[in-house]
């Protein structure tokens, strides 16, 4: 038996969230915030943070720099119960650290990159990353380090045995190119947004977008906010509703759904389920700050999750 459901090779790094911070940012000033979190961030990290937390066996591998955002990041996965034995400390280099400005309606994400680019080929572990049935990767176009490798790696872990999923987020350099249509002929599933889906497409409609996806990838799975998420597999589509809830933060939404979608996934839950999972992981998720708050309090998270397991029943 595979020692991990999921393992996970990306980016560790911390988030700071300010809050509360006017529409615009005139210069020479000194603005208020009104509150902040501090709180473990990054794509991977998350997903990696809140499928363990949903009781998935998960292997992570990244890289951190010598200094104490790095030694915070680690134990927050640590604690989780992810197994982080793989992550490598780089001597002299910085951890990277993304600065959140959320808005009503829109946000402003600034990252330092830091190790995030510096994560390559020697970092990975084969045997640790193989030990699993599934393997996923988020922050592609941050992995600029990874990138001549990845083909390759997708490739002998699918000769492994293992699924794949893939999550690009967003591309900082609004090209989206790096060989990313390559990698998705490599990939069992798909998890963009509805953005992503027509950026990485260059289209500027939704169902263009899942015409041309859908030739590259078995599964396409979108997020779709308040709209909740559809699955495409050929011309078979399968939608959920999103779970009403109150937001508090909208952080890490997506990467809470990836942990809840491939929960269910590495179950061999029925599609539609995998979409209430997904669903149902991202509505936890924004009832507090950041992108795993919600999930590291286990009374909370547990309540959440049972009592709309049930209501979700009786809609």
Request: hydrophobic share 40%; aromatic share 6%.
């Amino acid at each position: 038996m595979p020692k991990f459901d999921i393992t996970i090779a990306g980016e560790l790094n911390l988030d700071l969230i300010l809050y509360g911070l006017p529409e615009s940012l005139p210069p020479e000033r000194e603005l208020l915030a009104s509150d902040m979190e501090i709180t473990l961030g990054s794509s991977s990290a998350i997903v990696a943070h809140n499928l363990a937390a949903l009781g998935c066996k998960v292997g992570f591998t990244s890289c951190i720099g010598s200094d104490d955002f790095g030694t915070t990041a680690l134990e927050r996965l640590r604690v989780a119960g992810v197994d982080v034995s793989t992550v490598a400390r780089l001597n002299g280099a910085k951890t990277g650290l993304t600065v959140i400005l959320p808005r009503a309606n829109w946000r402003n994400i600034l990252t330092y990159s830091g190790t995030i680019a510096q994560l390559s080929q020697r970092h990975l572990n084969l045997d640790f990353l193989a030990s699993a049935r599934h393997f996923h990767l988020s922050s592609y176009f941050l992995q600029t380090g990874l990138h001549a490798y990845i083909p390759e790696l997708l490739k002998r872990l699918k000769a492994a045995g293992l699924t794949i999923s893939l999550d690009t987020n967003d591309d900082p350099a609004d090209q989206w190119e790096n060989g990313i249509e390559r990698i998705l002929s490599l990939v069992d599933i798909f998890l963009p947004n509805a953005r992503e889906s027509q950026k990485i497409t260059r289209t500027s409609d939704l169902e263009q977008a899942l015409a041309k996806l859908t030739q590259l990838c078995p599964l396409v799975v979108v997020k779709l906010g308040a709209s909740g998420a559809m699955a495409c597999r050929g011309s078979e589509r399968v939608t959920a509703p999103a779970i009403p809830t109150d937001c508090v933060d909208p952080v890490g939404a997506g990467d809470s759904f990836d942990a809840g979608f491939l929960s269910a996934y590495v179950r061999g839950e029925a599609l539609h389920r995998c979409l209430e999972h997904g669903n149902l992981a991202g509505a936890l998720s924004v009832t507090r700050p950041g992108g795993t708050e919600a999930f590291r309090d286990a009374h909370y998270r547990d309540e959440f999750l049972a009592n709309h397991r049930v209501n979700a029943k009786n809609r």
